[in-house]
């Protein structure tokens, strides 16, 4: 499957443009290879992309254990803001940085509509 970066950097740099209190995004693969990401300056992409994989891998396990299906979404609030990992297909995982001040009902609206681009830049 050929993927456009270039497309899915487009996405995200306007979703994290346009959307209030989200600080980075990136498109990340199961395995922890960057496939895209507009991120905040001093944040490295392979880096970002390595704890994305490691919460999706911790996610799963504890979906398993806990008999709580396979994961939609992993939540995960600092006191400095949040980050939240989305399946985007099979093939990727959609993660977004948002400050403590977002508001989580917008942003799930903005996640689940970018969703649909990404979904539909990855083919």
Do not use: H, W
């Not at 990340?28 to 507009?38: H, I, M, N, W, Y």
């Not at 396990?61 to 995960?76: A, F, M, N, P």
């Amino acid at each position: 499957m050929a993927i456009n970066s270039e497309k899915l950097g487009y996405i995200l740099k306007n979703f994290v443009t346009a959307t209030a209190d989200v600080e980075g995004a990136a498109m990340v693969t199961p395995d922890g290879l960057p496939l895209a990401a507009s991120l905040p300056g001093g944040m490295d992409d392979e880096r970002v992309s390595a704890m994305s994989a490691a919460m999706l891998s911790l996610g799963e396990r504890i979906g398993k254990e806990l008999v709580r299906g396979s994961i939609d979404r992993i939540y995960v609030e600092g006191n400095k803001g949040f980050s939240i990992l989305t399946s985007c297909g099979e093939d990727a995982v959609f993660l977004v940085l948002a400050t403590k001040e977002a508001k989580q009902g917008v942003l799930m609206l903005e996640i689940k509509r970018t969703l649909g681009e990404l979904k539909s830049a990855l083919g």
